[in-house]
């Protein structure tokens, strides 16, 4: 192991290190996201055309925000709230301010995703809902929520998917994690090896959330 990868051996504490720093900046964001992704994919559902608290100027404003954010490619988007950053956490670099890009990158494409899985519950459920009387309230939490679990936890596992790969994008510039240890260290310093490595442990992340994610969906549509 030593001949095939000399740097690696010598930074084993950087990588693990690295590691739990990718680690708290998906966690951290993705807690985040899915709270905002889950209230703005929800309020999209609800309030468009033909939806149960039917509101144009709300869905209209709401959507093209989304739109916009999701515009937006990450490594423009670090840089035109880096003020933001650093009016809420007090500097641009650092794990912990990576979390407020992070979120911002990533809370609209899990909006929209909520919204696509919301869409495809049966609206004759929810109709025969609201002809028994049932509240906007009841009807999200009961049926929107309830029918839709499966699907919600599926887009889920692909954005925490996706939001991995954007640490390492954040890495790059700054905030830590394998993306900093594969670029500015492996990548800089032509040691292929540390970026291997690198490589190696965000497929083993990835792996994980996918198999825990299609474990946790089976279990949901057994029950």
Do not use: C
């Not at 708290?24 to 889950?38: D, E, F």
């Not at 925490?160 to 594969?182: N, Y």
């Amino acid at each position: 192991m030593s001949a095939i990868m000399p740097n690696v051996i010598a930074m084993k504490g950087e990588f693990l290190q690295a590691t739990w720093e990718t680690i708290y900046m998906t966690l951290m964001s993705a807690i985040v996201s899915a709270v905002l992704g889950l209230l703005v994919g929800v309020l999209l559902v609800v309030t468009q055309p033909g939806g149960i608290l039917e509101d144009k100027l709300t869905y209209s404003v709401v959507d093209k925000i989304v739109n916009l954010l999701r515009s937006i490619p990450f490594i423009i988007l670090l840089a035109v709230i880096s003020p933001l950053t650093k009016f809420l956490v007090g500097t641009t670099v650092g794990t912990t301010a990576s979390l407020v890009p992070l979120i911002f990158g990533i809370f609209p494409f899990y909006a929209r995703q909520v919204q696509n899985a919301l869409l495809d519950v049966d609206h004759g459920v929810i109709e025969a809902a609201e002809s028994m009387g049932s509240s906007p309230m009841a009807i999200i939490f009961r049926i929107y929520l309830r029918e839709g679990l499966a699907d919600i936890i599926r887009v889920s596992i692909v954005t925490i998917i996706s939001l991995i790969g954007l640490t390492t994008m954040a890495g790059a510039i700054g905030s830590g994690g394998l993306g900093d240890v594969a670029i500015n260290i492996g990548y800089a310093r032509f040691e292929n090896d540390i970026t291997f490595m690198a490589m190696i442990i965000i497929l083993v992340l990835v792996f994980a959330v996918q198999l825990i994610g299609d474990w946790i969906v089976r279990r949901v549509e057994h029950n």
